[in-house]
C-alpha cells in the first residue's frame, strides 16, 4: 500500500515489541492521499501529534493495528493573513501560537508545555477521546466561540460543519483536514481556570465573542466535549449556563465546585463584553 | 529510517510507532533521555530535534525520519563541560540527577533561543515542564541565570 515502510522496517530487532508499536504504519505524503487511506476510517487509528495516542501505545493499552501517520501529509497549511483564518489539522498548538494573536492563542497558550505544544496538533485537540482522570480539549471553548468550521473527509465525502456539530458527530469516521474561522471584529472574552500545574487540563474554560450583538459562548473543561452556551447567547443569564452543561467530577474537581463556578466564569467573561 | 544523533548517522530499524525515546535507549544505547512518567508529563526524556526540544517519550520515530536529534551527551564531554552543564556543576542544581538530562536540554534550548541574558521568568516558561523532586528548582534556575551571563 502507498505510504507504508516496507515489512523490514517494522521488525525491530534489539527495541522491545509492545503491541501497537508494530503497527503497520500508513504515511500519506498529500492531503488526498491522507484522505483516500483514510477511506471511511474503519479499522484505523489515525495518529496525528502523538501526545496522548503515543503513551497508551507505548503502554500497550492501545493495540492499533493500522495507524494514519499524518506528519508528512500537508495538512499543516496555516493562513493567519486573510479575513478567514484557515489551519490545518496537523498545524501544531506551537505554531498557532507563533502565528496567531487573538482568542484562539490565549487558550493555546495554556495547553501543557511548550515541548508538549510543538508534537500537539489542532485537529488532535479535537479529535481527543475523553480523558479518564480530567477532561481534554481545551481548545473547544474559544473555537465555538469563534463561530469556527471544521472540514472533515471519510464517509459520503468532504463535510464543513460548525465546531459544535462535529464534536457531537461521529467524530471517529472523519478525519478533519482543517479549521476555519472569520478573523474576529468585535469584543472577544477568556476565562480559565486551572491549576498552575503545566500539564494540567481546564477545570472551566469559557470563551465569548461579541460581532454586532451577535453573541456566542463556548464551554470547555467541565465534561467530556466541548459545549455552546445556547441559554446563556439568548437570556445573556451567567446561571443559565448550567442548563446547557452538566458538569463532570474527575481528578482535577468535583462537579459541585465546577456547577458553582462556571456561571461564575461566565459572568466575568459577559462582563469583559459589556454585555451583562 | 534514519536519524542523525549527536552528529552521527544511524539506520533506524524499530518500528515506526516506538517512542524515540525507546529508539535511543534501546536500539542506539544513549541513555541520558530517562524513561520517567513516559507520558509527557515529568520532561527527562526531552531531547533537541533540529535544534528544538520535544518530548522523546511523545514523539513517534517515524515522525522524526530524517532528522537530527541532540542528546545530553551530545552537549558536553566531562572534560569540557557545555556552558549550562558547567552551571549547573557549580550551582549545585542537580541532586539525585534523574530530571537532569531534560532540564539541561530544554536549558540549552532557551539560551540558544534568547542570545544572551535570561530572566527568572523566562526560564519557569521554559523548564515549566520539567519536574525536579530534590532540588526545589532553586539552584536549577540560578544556574540558568548564570549560563545565560557567561558564568559558570
Redesign the interface.
Known sequence: MRGAYPSCLTKSTNTRRIGGMAAEALIPTSPEEAASLFGEGENLTVFAGGTILLPEIAAGRLKPTRALMLHRSGLDALDTAGAVIRIGAMVTIASLIDATDDLLTRFAEQVADREVRRNATVGGNLCASPGIGSQRGDLGAPLIALGARVRSTGKGGDRTEPVEDFLTGDRSGRLVLSIEYDRPTGRTASEMMRRRHAHSYAIVNVAACQTNGDLRVGVSGVGPLAVRARSVEQSRNPDDVLSDVDPVSDALASADYRRKMLPLLVRRALDQLGSA | ?NLTVNGREHEI???????LL??LR??LEITSPKAGC????C?TC?VLVDG????S????V??VDGASITTLEGLGEAESLSPVQAAFHAHYAAQCGFCTPGMVV?ATALLERVGGPVEREDIL??L??HYCRCTGYVKIVDAVMAASRGAA
Open positions: 529510517m530499524t524499530s518500528a515506526p510507532l516506538t517512542p525507546h529508539v534501546e536500539e513516559q507520558q509527557g508529563g520532561g526531552t528544538e526540544p520535544r518530548r517519550c511523545l514523539t513517534a517515524a515522525t530544554a516558561d521554559a515549566g515542564g
